[in-house]
């Protein structure tokens, strides 16, 4: 596989330190997705506990895999994180990479 293909098609995204969001992917073309899971990590470290709601849960919808919600810590502005993300695909266990910049409120650019 390319490593372009590890990366999803809308990587990167920004978000907002203290920002809150529910990212989804869609396996298209599968027919079944199942046994969803996510690892966060900020420069190589997992991160997952701090920046996945621990409440919240992964939602798979037809081929649609929903995110547990994501959260751009607050002291994060100017970090990227890597969301790693995968399921089970059609019987062949799949996993893309998001790639997510968090932007301070005061930064200009």
């Known amino acids: 596989m390319a490593d372009s293909a590890v990366w999803l098609i809308d990587s990167p995204v920004s978000m907002l330190a203290g920002e809150q969001i529910a990212y989804s992917v869609d ?29 919240d849960a992964h939602v798979i919808t037809g081929s649609v895999l929903t995110l547990k919600k994501l959260r751009a810590l607050d002291a994060d502005g100017g970090a990227r994180y890597v969301v790693l993300m995968g399921a089970l695909v059609d019987g062949n266990q799949e996993r893309r990479k998001l790639l997510v910049q968090v932007v301070s409120a005061s930064a200009e650019s």
């Open 27 to 55: 396996w298209q073309g599968a027919t079944s997705v199942s046994a969803p899971h996510a690892t966060v990590y900020r420069n190589g470290a997992d991160i997952t506990a701090e920046a996945m709601d621990a409440g």
